[in-house]
């Protein structure tokens, strides 16, 4: 009988901007892929961007304040300007 392999999960970044938006995805097992997506994150972040998050993509998002490399699913929006 074969032993089950766990899978490796996936998270997944959409970045809003004026082209619609930019996907990240990163392997959870992957330093290098989570040390980019915190990257863009932080990137982002800092130019005004609000982060929604949630540990499933099925699950509602939340606002966030950090990087959470475990979360399945990131939403980052920038900051509606108007009146």
């Keep these: 009988m074969m032993e089950k392999t766990p899978q490796s999960r996936i998270g997944e970044m959409s970045v809003m901007d004026r082209t ?3 996907q990240l995805k990163w392997n959870m097992d992957r330093m290098e892929e ?3 997506a915190q990257d863009m994150f932080s990137r982002s ?3 005004g961007y609000s982060a929604f998050g949630s540990k499933s993509k099925a699950a509602p998002k939340h606002t966030i304040q950090e990087f959470d490399a475990s979360m399945e699913e990131i ?3 920038p900051r509606i300007i108007g009146g």
Excluded: P
Aim: net charge positive; glycine share 8%.
């Design 45 to 47: 972040i800092a130019k």
């Design 75 to 77: 939403v980052l929006v």
């Design 34 to 36: 989570i040390l980019a």
């Design 20 to 22: 619609g938006h930019t």
